[in-house]
């Protein structure tokens, strides 16, 4: 069955850096690829969204890659900052599905200053 | 714009105790999602709605029933609670279109049977 995972170990990096974060998928490219981040208590809340035939993406100092070859997205967050530390979450869709997306786990961020 | 709301925020029940949690959205969305979260699991989906009037299962609806009577509200039952079913429960709905585009989600409300 397919399966989309993300690295469950916290990420911890110092302001300034790059932080990439990565989301896997095994056997079918997924039609769309969506990344959303998480706030301790609170909903998840809508980033940024590729699709199957796109390469990179990019929204300020967000970037998402997406590489069909290697089953993979990447997640970019350039010159963080502490107020970036939170959970992102990537999800997946074959498109044509009511909407449905599956998500992976959640990895946990934290920019330390 | 109030968004994505869900009521109630906190719950506790006893296992076998039935109740409904409900969400409203106020931005004219055709679909609607109920999703569960669980430490380490990711969040999973339930039940959603196309439409209103319509439902459909999704990857977890063992113990779950959901109804769409109106367009802007989407409730979630559980008719006999049980502790496996605590857990956080968040509300998201999105615009019908033939790309999938943002969810957008409510606050969760925090369910514990015991």
């Known amino acids: 069955s397919q399966k989309i995972e993300q690295n469950s170990e916290a990420l911890n990096i110092q302001e300034g850096k790059t932080a990439t974060l990565t989301c896997n998928y095994t056997n079918y490219s997924p039609a769309y690829l969506q990344w959303y981040r998480q706030d301790p208590g609170r909903g998840p809340v809508f980033l940024l969204l590729i699709r199957e035939n796109e390469k990179e993406k990019r929204k300020e100092r967000l970037k998402v890659t997406f590489d069909t070859t290697l089953k993979q997205s990447l997640f970019h967050i350039t010159a963080s900052q502490p107020a970036d530390s939170a959970t992102y979450l990537c999800?997946?869709?074959?498109?044509?599905?009511?909407?449905?997306?599956?998500f992976g786990q959640g990895t946990e961020l934290s920019v330390k200053p | 714009n109030a968004g994505v709301t869900q009521t109630p925020k906190f719950r506790v029940l006893k296992t076998g105790q039935s109740m409904t949690l409900l969400c409203a959205q106020d931005m004219n969305h055709e679909y609607m999602y109920w999703y569960r979260q669980d430490p380490g699991m990711g969040l999973r989906l339930i039940h959603y709605s196309v439409g209103e009037g319509t439902t459909a299962k999704g990857e977890v609806p063992d113990g779950y029933n959901v109804s769409r009577l109106k367009k802007q509200n989407f409730l979630l039952g559980l008719e006999s609670a049980a502790p496996s079913q605590t857990s956080v429960y968040f509300c998201a709905s999105s615009y019908s279109s033939g790309t999938p585009i943002a969810q957008f989600f409510g606050p969760g409300t925090r369910l514990t049977v015991l």
């Open positions: 999800a997946y869709t074959f498109g044509n599905q009511g909407g449905k997306l599956i």
